[in-house]
């Protein structure tokens, strides 16, 4: 096989539709414009996804622990808010996405487009109206939980803590699953712990997803998934989001490459095809500055993003095709696979 040159790679990268399923984006625009920052999207995140050649970016509405849970939902409807105004100054730089169609007339027209989604149900409590607000404010991906317990069921945490019995969905949860379904918000399970994201693949009947995961048998922590749990969401027709933290993709930091994150590509394509995989890289270090000093200190060492921000992504796009990857299965994994369950979910 002839070797792939970063040339041949970038060029077959810039030719296709790529998609992050993840990244916390919105925690930092929130905070930032309240520090009087305007236009930070555009001046601080739209170059590097220019240079990474990234059209679509799911942006995470995340709610810190120190909020929940009586600030959930004003945090929730504040960084919703720094979005939609962040788009009102950068029109011609980006879009806030509802429909397929705004993702594919943006990338037309030269901008980025931006999904929206909730990373865990605090923001709802126990109010399932609220979903359907959410949906006209954009909302288009529901993760059940973080990894922590809210109304709709328990988290999966990324290491192991003192807790008492186990859950799986509430009756809030099963709810949920179905209004999400109805209103065309795709449920993704990532952060969700086993015993309910069992409960979801009873429940559901469209696509899911689990946006941000990566291969338990590669690296044993609760928040990647099973290999029965792969297969189950592909026979969903789902796909599960390739994640660039280093924590998730090898077992020690120094292990952590570009080369391990694509072991569970290889890991997952096996499994079940490359139909029903996609990226969530999940990119954190931006957001480093706000972690608590009391959970850096408990931290043995600090994670990191194996991908260097988006810039660096079509550095996947090289590794994948210096394997011997298919152009129709990268082109899958780089965010077709993602178009199609969008179409096939959102109204």
Avoid at 134 to 154: H, I, K, P, Q
Wanted: charged fraction near 25%.
């Amino acid at each position: 096989m002839a070797e792939v040159t970063v040339e041949q790679a970038r060029r077959f990268h810039d030719g296709v539709h790529v998609l992050d399923g993840h990244f916390d984006l919105l925690m930092d625009v929130e905070i930032q414009r309240g520090y009087g920052r305007t236009k930070l999207i555009e001046t601080e995140y739209v170059p590097r996804f220019r240079q990474g050649g990234v059209h679509s970016v799911v942006a995470a509405v995340f709610v810190e622990d120190a909020f929940v849970p009586e600030m959930a939902l004003r945090k929730a409807l504040n960084q919703v808010s720094a979005l939609h105004a962040e788009a009102a100054e950068s029109g011609d730089q980006f879009v806030i996405a509802k429909h397929v169609h705004d993702l594919l007339t943006a990338r037309q027209a030269g901008k980025v487009s931006f999904i929206l989604s909730l990373e865990g149900a605090e923001p709802l409590y126990n109010d399932l109206g609220l979903l359907r607000i959410f949906y006209e404010l954009g909302v288009r991906m529901l993760g059940l939980t973080w990894s922590r317990r809210n109304y709709a069921g328990d988290g999966s945490f990324f290491a192991p803590v003192r807790e008492g019995k186990k859950g799986g969905l509430t009756d809030f949860g099963v709810a949920l699953v179905e209004e999400a379904e109805r209103l065309g918000i795709v449920v993704d399970v990532s952060h969700l712990n086993d015993e309910g994201f069992w409960d979801v693949m009873e429940v559901a009947q469209k696509p899911v997803i689990a946006s941000h995961s990566n291969c338990r048998s590669l690296v044993p922590t609760m928040r990647n998934l099973t290999d029965e749990q792969i297969k189950a969401i592909a026979a969903k027709d789902g796909l599960v989001g390739l994640n660039g933290f280093s924590m998730f993709t090898a077992s020690s930091g120094a292990e952590a490459t570009i080369e391990r994150l694509v072991d569970h590509v290889d890991h997952m394509k096996k499994l079940v095809g490359s139909k029903h995989i996609g990226l969530g890289l999940d990119l954190c270090d931006d957001l480093a500055k706000y972690i608590p000093l009391d959970k850096l200190a408990k931290a043995k060492e600090m994670p990191f993003d194996v991908v260097k921000g988006h810039a660096s992504l079509p550095l996947i796009t090289h590794e994948l095709m210096a394997r011997g990857y298919k152009d129709g299965e990268i082109e899958d994994i780089l965010g077709k696979n993602y178009l199609r369950i969008y179409e096939e979910t959102w109204k």
